[in-house]
């Protein structure tokens, strides 16, 4: 059954990330994205919920603005190991940095979600946190990963669904949050926002 059996308006991802994309594909939801170029810089006050939160609504608001109807959907994912927020690396220094502190240790992956209706800007907004544990990794192991290209454009500078599988031993909560996009949380948003 497909979800718009379920969800009545259009969805558009307010986002080109093809992980996002292949996700609600692979639940059959029927979209459409459109990039939302925005400032994404961290402002010192934002703790990290409030940080994703507030990117997750204002890519959502920006794409809700050009149109007249649908739910845009905006989501922003971070890392945070030992109360730092790691996004995206800025190069691969960064990303031997990053992996360097995931190495053995816990850490959160936090994604914020934001459901705007287009046609009145009502929107709903929340989180999904999952919990991850990476094995311990050699410099040669790391130098390996980055070497490969696949932390570049990942926040935490890996990707579970790639080949960081091989050193990660045990999560807690959402999967898909960790590859970028609580899907789960999304479907309910929608329904939500439907029922307003």
């Given at each position: 059954?497909?979800?718009?059996?379920?969800?009545?308006?259009?969805?558009?991802?307010?986002?080109?990330?093809?992980?996002?994309?292949?996700?609600?594909s692979a639940v059959n939801w029927p979209f459409e994205a459109i990039a939302a170029n925005i400032d994404e810089s961290h402002?010192?006050?934002?703790?990290?919920?409030?940080?994703?939160?507030?990117?997750?609504?204002?890519?959502?608001?920006?794409?809700?603005?050009?149109?007249?109807?649908?739910?845009?959907?905006?989501?922003?994912?971070?890392?945070?190991?030992?109360?730092?927020?790691?996004?995206?690396?800025?190069?691969?220094?960064?990303?031997?940095?990053?992996?360097?502190?995931?190495?053995?240790?816990?850490?959160?992956?936090?994604?914020?979600?934001?459901l705007m209706r287009a046609r009145d800007s009502h929107v709903l907004v929340d989180i999904e946190t999952t919990r991850v544990?990476?094995?311990?990794?050699?410099?040669?192991?790391?130098?390996?990963?980055?070497?490969?290209?696949?932390?570049?454009?990942?926040?935490?500078?890996?990707?579970?669904?790639?080949?960081?599988?091989?050193?990660?031993?045990?999560?807690?909560?959402?999967?898909?949050?960790?590859?970028?996009?609580?899907?789960?949380?999304?479907?309910?948003?929608?329904?939500?926002?439907?029922?307003?």
């Amino acid at each position: 059954m497909k979800n718009e059996h379920f969800i009545k308006e259009k969805l558009v991802l307010a986002s080109k990330s093809p992980r996002r994309a292949e996700i609600l594909s692979a639940v059959n939801w029927p979209f459409e994205a459109i990039a939302a170029n925005i400032d994404e810089s961290h402002n010192e006050s934002e703790d990290a919920v409030a940080y994703v939160k507030r990117l997750a609504a204002t890519k959502a608001r920006v794409v809700a603005d050009g149109l007249s109807s649908g739910l845009v959907l905006g989501a922003d994912t971070v890392v945070i190991v030992q109360g730092e927020i790691l996004g995206q690396p800025r190069d691969a220094e960064d990303a031997r940095r990053m992996l360097h502190l995931l190495s053995g240790k816990w850490h959160e992956v936090l994604t914020g979600v934001a459901l705007m209706r287009a046609r009145d800007s009502h929107v709903l907004v929340d989180i999904e946190t999952t919990r991850v544990r990476f094995a311990a990794m050699s410099d040669t192991e790391i130098d390996w990963y980055v070497a490969t290209g696949e932390p570049m454009d990942k926040a935490g500078a890996y990707a579970i669904q790639g080949k960081a599988a091989l050193f990660i031993e045990e999560i807690e909560g959402d999967y898909f949050n960790i590859v970028g996009l609580p899907v789960r949380l999304v479907y309910e948003l929608a329904r939500r926002i439907q029922a307003i």
